[in-house]
C-alpha cells in the first residue's frame, strides 16, 4: 500500500461566509459583481521597487528615488481600495531611505565640518610660518 491510499480524507470546516464563492485559484469572488470578473490583488510593483532602490539608498541619489517611489506606492495603494497590497514594503522603504537620508545628512555635515576645520588649520600653520619666515629676513 502506498502513502496515498492509506490516507484518510479529511474535510475542512469552512471559515468563509456562505455568500461568497471561490473559484479554481482560491481567490473568493465578490456576490455583487454581475459579469463574473474578479477583481484581483496584487503586490504593488512601485513598492517593491520603491524598497529596492532604498536598499542602494547608502549611495544618496537611489535612497532619494526610493524616497519618492515609496510616496507613490503609498497613494497608490491608499487609492487602490484594496485591489493593490504591499503597504508594508511601501512603508519600510519609506523608513529605510529616511534612515539613509538622514545618515548622509549627517555624514556630509560632518565632511563639511571637517573640511572647514582643515583649511582654517592650514591658514592658521601658514601664517605661523609666514611670522616665523619674516624673523630670518
Same mark, same amino acid.
Given at each position: ?45 512601485? !513598492?517593491?521597487? $520603491? %524598497? @529596492?532602490? *532604498? ?10 528615488? =526610493?524616497? +519618492?517611489? /515609496? ?18 514594503? !511601501?512603508?519600510? $522603504? %519609506? @523608513?529605510? *531611505? ?10 556630509? =555635515?560632518? +565632511?563639511? /565640518? ?24
Amino acid at each position: 500500500m502506498t502513502m496515498e491510499e492509506t490516507r484518510k480524507t479529511v474535510k475542512k470546516k469552512s471559515s468563509e461566509k456562505a455568500a461568497t464563492v471561490k473559484h479554481d485559484n482560491g481567490t473568493p469572488k465578490d456576490p455583487s459583481v454581475a459579469d463574473g470578473s474578479v477583481a484581483q490583488t496584487q503586490i504593488s510593483v512601485t !513598492a517593491i521597487v $520603491a %524598497l @529596492v532602490f *532604498s536598499v542602494f539608498g547608502i549611495l544618496l541619489i537611489p535612497g532619494i528615488i =526610493g524616497l +519618492i517611489l /515609496a510616496g507613490i506606492s503609498m497613494r497608490q495603494i491608499n487609492k487602490s481600495e484594496g485591489r493593490l497590497l504591499g503597504r508594508e514594503i !511601501a512603508v519600510s $522603504a %519609506l @523608513v529605510l *531611505s529616511s534612515v539613509l537620508l538622514i545618515y548622509h545628512l549627517i555624514f556630509l =555635515g560632518a +565632511i563639511t /565640518a571637517a573640511a572647514a576645520a582643515a583649511s582654517a588649520l592650514t591658514g592658521a600653520i601658514n601664517g605661523f610660518f609666514e611670522s616665523i619666515g619674516g624673523w630670518f629676513n
